[in-house]
């Protein structure tokens, strides 16, 4: 008797849209539930992603949002292409289970790559699990390489006790449009090209979190983009995550964290969550210092001839997660 396999052929890419969160959420908490359960994490079960979370990725990425579908419509494949100006990543990407082992993940990783450098991105990198070789070979045999490591660390804060907050909501509109322009110059001095204002305006307009500033003498000294929504599906908002983090010097590093900290004090939130690229050592020391504890790693990896570039003076944390 015959053992019944699935038909493979998948059909796309398409534009990913709002319709289709249903589907990539089911995707997304399958394919990574089976990762843990293959790494011997069997009683893992990853849950499903916040809507607006999509939402806001799908809106980030545009075009850049694809997805593949079986022969029943139904969503096979996925993977969320964005791009910052200069820098491009992917993520979150995924082939559901039972198309895994076709090269339907070559066809998706390939097809996002081609996209981002036909847009003109100088790096093209992606986030995967360090302590698993079968995702680390599978990018390698696609060009990309292994870099550093993005270190979540995480720190309970008091409530009380923190300076008001200084944050883009609370700007006037024409307030609004020039800090914008601010943290756009400001990054770009850090890394040339690189741009995160699409990511500041939409997480203003979806009411997913703010952006805490630090005011210099001569202008923007450091911003931190952060999303206090919950990223899980059902789950409350427990915790503040920095998504986006740019600061001139390593003093002001640290007034952004400050900064962050104290807008989450406000909202009655404790935990801080930012993921901190390892290649900023002097950040992560003063991470450490200031008594965050390091819970989760991250492996980045780049496409060849497309490699992360880093602020020679300062501090530029990017998050190529959602």
């Not at 038909?7 to 089911?26: K, Q, S």
């Not at 699990?129 to 490591?149: D, H, K, S």
């Not at 090209?193 to 805490?212: F, K, N, Q």
């Not at 790693?297 to 959602?322: C, K, P, Q």
Request: hydrophobic content about 45%.
């Amino acid at each position: 008797m015959r053992a019944w396999l699935p038909e493979t052929r998948v059909t796309g890419p398409e534009r990913a849209t709002e319709r289709d969160i249903e589907g990539l959420n089911r995707v997304f908490a399958e394919a990574f539930t089976d990762r843990y359960r293959r790494d011997g994490l069997i009683g893992v079960r990853v849950p499903q992603l916040n809507p607006l979370v999509w939402r806001y990725a799908l809106l980030d990425a545009g075009d850049g949002a694809m997805v593949w579908r079986d022969e029943h419509g139904d969503v096979a494949a996925f993977n969320v292409a964005h791009q910052a100006g200069a820098e491009g990543w992917m993520g979150p990407l995924a082939v559901r289970p039972d198309r895994q082992g076709t090269g339907v993940g070559k066809t998706v990783v390939r097809t996002a790559a081609d996209w981002l450098i036909d847009r003109g991105v100088s790096t093209l990198g992606l986030e995967t699990m360090p302590r698993t070789p079968e995702n680390i070979g599978f990018y390698a045999r696609l060009g990309f390489a292994p870099g550093f490591l993005t270190v979540t660390v995480t720190n309970e804060i008091a409530t009380r006790g923190h300076p008001a907050p200084v944050l883009l909501s609370k700007r006037s509109a024409a307030e609004k449009d020039a800090t914008i322009a601010a943290a756009r110059g400001l990054v770009d001095d850090l890394i040339g090209g690189v741009d995160y204002s699409r990511e500041i305006l939409l997480t203003a307009e979806l009411g997913l979190g703010d952006t805490s500033l630090v005011e210099g003498t001569n202008g923007l000294d450091a911003m931190a983009l952060w999303h206090s929504a919950p990223l899980a599906d059902s789950r409350t908002r427990d915790e503040v995550r920095v998504l986006k983090l740019a600061a001139r010097t390593d003093a002001t590093f640290e007034a952004a964290i400050a900064a962050v900290e104290a807008a989450a004090a406000k909202a009655g939130i404790r935990r801080i969550a930012i993921r901190c690229q390892s290649r900023y050592g002097e950040a992560f020391r003063r991470l450490i210092a200031r008594g965050y504890r390091v819970r989760w790693t991250d492996l980045r990896m780049t496409y060849e001839g497309y490699l992360e570039r880093h602020a020679a003076e300062g501090v530029l944390f990017s998050n190529w997660e959602i």
